[in-house]
């Protein structure tokens, strides 16, 4: 037995010697061969850190950029300007990822049959001081490749030719595109029109306390915890109440939009268009650069402007404006000369975003008629030809159910349908308001084929009231009689769509529950969980 055990240990030990030459010979040896390697296929090992300057020249022409902290970069030739990291990024990987195919070390090598002797590009990168020279010569009879060679190193180098696309790069390449050069959020914006029209349109975000955590149903475990503490005494019941009360959500952030006119009035804004009027000014693009006295030109339209617009941003503690000058389109009309900044770049910007940041007053007021939030609304009524229907929130507020008249059965409605009717009642925005002889034109239209639609609040409170008619003769508007106002509207005929829609669905719906009261919706009808 003393034998056995004696052969195991020496089984062992030669085991683990066999494990340790492979992990401290083998592995290394594998490692340093496969470093090699990479380093012989490698152009230029460009560390990100240690590099802070690069020469770029081609044809007579000198690109330079220099690295400004961490990340950021700044070229200073042919012109002073912010570069795009990214751009320069990518143009450093070309080289930093780019592989050499063949190395070529044979004596008496003629730099001249390699296009190297005048390379048709010179790529210089300093790094901690050292600069390295790339030598970019002719491209190779066959295959997409291009001969090259560094400064320091005798051997001609084989690489790719996307090498040399990657370097091929001018200083409008690498320039900053923003428009607006920061990552901050708007928070106010002035416009202005050579009419006089003009506005100013801010951005409030508000520190509200969110309401306790409520439980409208029974899947709330908080619900049945709450039958059973009344089982115990009132000693106990306190206590599992104490233990049961919801904890406060916290404050939370609500955003308000306000529009304030040419006479100072100060009326609410639509947040979805004030949104996209911020998010189109942030992700402006200029698709060129005017410098130098082209600048200046009178043709740029840029001492007439055609809307003059100050943006302010919110960075940290502190407000800072920016102005944007838009000027005239070019030659063909495919573009907008615009000014941005103190003492300002000259740009050049799509005819269409500069179409799509130019908007009126009008456009950013809230026109919706009812101005209702959804979770607000808990019954709807509709009396039409199509059908009418009685729907109303279910008592945990996760479902709708549907009904022909309030004391009859009622049977789930389907959640989709509801969803895309709270939503179009709760943004109907009218086109324009009708006086006078108009609006008893259009109540006129609407009797000839009228829908009443209301929607109530809590305790049955009218939060709508709507007579709605017909199409127009042009098929794209209808008219709407606000009852609780006496005013009348035209509006797009997609309201009538969806209106007419609910109207025969949940028509059909409460008809069969009146008919049959064991009627059941199959399950697609109910509500998500965890929605209003």
Request: overall charge negative; charged content about 30%.
């Amino acid at each position: 037995m003393e034998r056995s055990f004696l052969k195991t240990i020496i089984v062992a030990g030669i085991l683990i010697a066999a494990a340790a030459t492979i992990y401290f010979f083998e592995v290394p040896h594998e490692k340093a061969k496969k470093d090699a390697e990479e380093i012989k296929t490698k152009i230029l090992d460009l560390n990100m850190d240690k590099l802070d300057r690069i020469e770029i020249e081609e044809k007579g022409s000198k690109l330079v950029l220099e690295k400004v902290g961490i990340d950021s970069w700044r070229i200073i030739q042919p012109v002073h300007d912010d570069a795009d990291k990214f751009a320069v990024t990518s143009l450093i990987n070309s080289v930093q990822f780019g592989h050499v195919e063949r190395r070529i070390n044979e004596p008496n090598l003629q730099l001249e049959n390699f296009g190297l002797k005048d390379p048709q590009l010179i790529a210089s990168f300093t790094l901690n001081n050292t600069k390295n020279t790339l030598l970019i010569g002719d491209n190779a009879k066959i295959g997409a490749n291009a001969y090259a060679k560094l400064s320091a190193s005798p051997d001609i180098l084989l690489v790719s030719g996307s090498v040399l696309s990657g370097l091929q790069k001018k200083a409008s390449d690498l320039r900053d595109k923003r428009v607006f050069r920061t990552d901050t959020e708007i928070v106010r914006l002035s416009l202005s029109y050579p009419n006089g029209e003009q506005f100013l349109l801010i951005k409030i975000e508000k520190k509200v306390e969110s309401p306790k955590e409520t439980s409208p149903s029974p899947k709330n475990e908080n619900a049945n915890a709450g039958k059973l503490s009344k089982l115990k005494s009132n000693k106990k019941d306190d206590k599992a109440k104490a233990e049961n009360e919801p904890e406060p959500l916290g404050p939370t952030l609500k955003t308000e939009w306000v529009l304030i006119n040419a006479e100072g009035k100060e009326i609410p804004a639509d947040s979805d268009e004030g949104e996209k009027l911020f998010r189109a000014l942030k992700g402006l693009r200029a698709r060129g650069f005017i410098d130098g006295e082209d600048a200046s030109s009178p043709s740029l339209g840029l001492d007439e402007p055609e809307a003059v617009f100050e943006v302010t941003f919110h960075e940290k503690d502190k407000d800072f404006s920016v102005p944007l000058i838009l000027g005239a389109k070019n030659s063909d009309g495919t573009l907008r000369y615009v000014k941005v900044g103190e003492p300002g770049r000259v740009l050049t910007l799509d005819l269409k975003d500069s179409m799509d940041i130019s908007v009126t007053e009008s456009a950013i007021a809230d026109r919706r008629i009812n101005r209702l939030e959804p979770e607000t609304i808990q019954k709807i009524t509709l009396n039409s030809k199509e059908g009418s229907y009685i729907l109303s929130r279910s008592s945990d507020g996760y479902d709708w159910l549907v009904a022909e008249k309030e004391d009859e059965q009622k049977t789930r409605a389907d959640w989709s349908k509801a969803s895309a009717l709270l939503n179009a009642i709760s943004k109907l925005k009218y086109g324009r308001e009708l006086e006078g002889r108009e609006a008893a034109s259009a109540r006129q239209a609407i009797n000839k084929d009228e829908r009443i639609l209301t929607a109530l609040g809590a305790a049955d409170k009218k939060l709508a009231n709507l007579r709605i008619g017909p199409k127009n003769e042009d098929e794209k508007t209808i008219y709407v009689e606000d009852l609780l106002t006496g005013k009348v509207y035209i509006v797009v005929s997609e309201f009538l769509k969806t209106v007419g829609e609910s109207a025969k669905s949940f028509a059909e719906q409460a008809s069969a529950a009146a008919l049959n009261e064991e009627s059941k919706l199959p399950p697609f009808a109910a509500a998500p969980d965890n929605v209003q």
